[in-house]
């Protein structure tokens, strides 16, 4: 859908779209199809937009990984990494790292997890990114309960909640808008007025909802999880 739209058309958006169409397919299980897209993003690549090589590599690791090809990823993340530093995309660093550091857990190599889990901390520390930051707590669970330290897995767990409620929050502000010039006539604003009054209601006991949720699975005085909301979010995890 998003190819056929007029204002798509420069080489870095085609090469961005077939990227996010192997991710698809990866995600989808389909690596024959997952390897197509990453060809024609490569060829795409020229020296206009090389500085994003590191995404392409990323990608590639990515699929190596899913192919068991833990060696080859390896090698693959690392050049990724270095291009990400280089070209100075900091969250993109943290994200080839996130995936390499996922990788190191799959073969059991904790430490060395727990080393790229230090960089990630660092990288995003003044970033704010909260999707980072929730991908980060939820692999530092994983990896603390596989270190069998139950105490550090369930720390990374409700600060994983934390976050996965901070993005909840953000996502309560919608907005509609259009390229086109002069999209919208007055009766169009008259009938977004209308439905934004309805949608407010709705948002409003969507909100009672989840505090009076947040108090049944949160202990009145520290504001904690329960104990059984724990074992039961731990048990859906892993």
């Known amino acids: 859908e998003i190819e056929r739209m007029s204002y ?39 020296d206009r937009n090389i500085s994003l090589r590191y995404m392409l590599l990323q990608e590639k690791a990515n699929l190596m990984k899913l192919r068991g090809l833990y060696q080859e990823a390896g090698f693959t993340y690392e050049e990724s990494a270095y291009l990400a530093e280089k070209y100075g995309f900091t969250s993109g660093l943290a994200e080839v790292l996130l995936d390499w550091m ?22 995003i520390e003044d970033d704010c990114n909260c999707r980072l930051e929730r991908k980060l707590y939820s692999q530092m669970s994983a990896l603390f309960k596989a270190r069998g330290d139950s105490e550090m897995a369930l720390f990374y767990l ?73 074992l039961k979010t731990g048990k859906e995890m892993y």
Request: aromatic share 6%; glycine share 2%.
């Open 102 to 123: 996922d990788m190191d857990m799959i073969r059991g190599r904790h430490e060395s997890a727990v080393k790229k889990a230090d960089q990630v901390m660092s990288l």
């Open 8 to 46: 798509i058309g420069s080489i870095s958006n085609d090469f961005i779209i077939n990227l996010n169409r192997a991710i698809c397919e990866m995600k989808l299980g389909d690596m024959s199809e997952a390897q197509k897209y990453l060809e024609r993003a490569e060829v795409l690549l020229n």
């Open 158 to 230: 409700e600060k994983y909640m934390e976050t996965e409620k901070m993005i909840s929050e953000a996502l309560k502000s919608p907005s509609i808008q259009s390229f086109s010039k002069d999209a919208f006539s007055l009766e169009d604003l008259s009938t977004l007025r209308v439905l934004a009054e309805y949608s407010g209601i709705a948002l409003n006991n969507a909100l009672s909802y989840k505090k009076l949720e947040h108090s049944a699975n949160h202990d009145f005085l520290t504001s904690l999880l329960t104990r059984s909301s724990i």
